[in-house]
Nanobody
Framework: QVQLVESGGGLVQAGGSLRLSCVDS????????MGWFRQARGKEREFVAG????????DYVDSVKGRFTISRDNTKNTVYLQMNSPKPEDTAVYYC????????????WGQGTQVTVSS
């Protein structure tokens, strides 16, 4: 059973860096493509980044390309989102998600972690 728990959120200055982690306590993460989503106040949830089961393929929303990096360590049942040079508009609740097929939807979700970027 997939049980996703995010951590690493908090307050960061624009231009700084922050790394989010998502651990699958069910220890099944290697079976799933993984993704990060975010939802800002008053806005719809949006896709941020995705990674295939092996980690060989990744996708990003245009607004974070070149600044954010998604990675995974299946031996640690963990997916990461490295956020470099964040901007105030990156402020949102960030959610980790897992799905059986890469680029084909996500079935499992974490509870989210708040990221606030100050200017």
């Amino acid at each position: 059973q997939v049980q996703l728990v995010e951590s690493g959120g908090g307050l960061v200055q624009a231009g700084g860096s922050l790394r989010l982690s998502c651990v699958d306590s069910g220890r099944t993460i290697s079976n799933y493509a993984m993704g990060w989503f975010r939802q800002a106040r008053g806005k719809e949830r949006e896709f941020v980044a995705g990674i295939s089961r092996s980690g060989g393929s990744t996708d990003y929303v245009d607004s974070v390309k070149g600044r954010f990096t998604i990675s995974r360590d299946n031996t640690k049942n963990t997916v990461y989102l490295q956020m470099n040079s964040p901007k105030p508009e990156d402020t949102a609740v960030y959610y980790c998600a897992g799905g059986l097929l890469y680029r084909n939807g996500y079935d499992y979700w974490g509870q989210g972690t708040q990221v606030t970027v100050s200017s």
